[in-house]
């Protein structure tokens, strides 16, 4: 299984909360920040983007990255979000 950084940007709040459901659809989800969550799953990264992009405008932005080398933050959403990032980043 990988993990993918999954960052987007949208016009709305309604597509925000329609992206943050496809990526909480997932069984290993973590918010990094308003715009950046972090996933494991089996499947490719186009087969995330296409899911992300079903529910965004025209407009917005989606970007999905593999992960696996190197990460560094500070300030995640907690204690829990910061072990689950460091165990699977």
Same mark, same amino acid.
């Given at each position: 299984?990988?993990?993918?950084?999954?960052?987007?940007?949208?016009?709305n709040?309604?597509?925000?909360?329609?992206v943050?459901? *496809? !990526?909480? /659809?997932?069984?290993?989800?973590?918010? =990094?920040?308003? +715009?950046?969550?972090?996933?494991?799953?089996?499947?490719k990264a186009?087969?995330?983007?296409?899911?992300?992009?079903?529910?965004?405008?025209?407009?917005?932005?989606?970007? *999905? !990255?593999? /992960?696996?080398?190197?990460?560094a933050? =500070?300030?995640? +959403?907690?204690?829990?979000?910061?072990?689950?990032?460091?165990?699977?980043l």
């Amino acid at each position: 299984m990988n993990c993918y950084v999954v960052t987007f940007e949208t016009k709305n709040k309604e597509s925000r909360a329609k992206v943050e459901e *496809v !990526l909480k /659809s997932y069984d290993y989800y973590c918010p =990094i920040h308003l +715009y950046c969550w972090a996933i494991k799953t089996e499947e490719k990264a186009t087969t995330i983007r296409d899911k992300v992009t079903a529910v965004t405008g025209a407009n917005d932005r989606v970007f *999905v !990255l593999r /992960s696996g080398t190197e990460a560094a933050w =500070i300030n995640s +959403y907690g204690k829990k979000n910061s072990e689950w990032l460091k165990e699977n980043l």
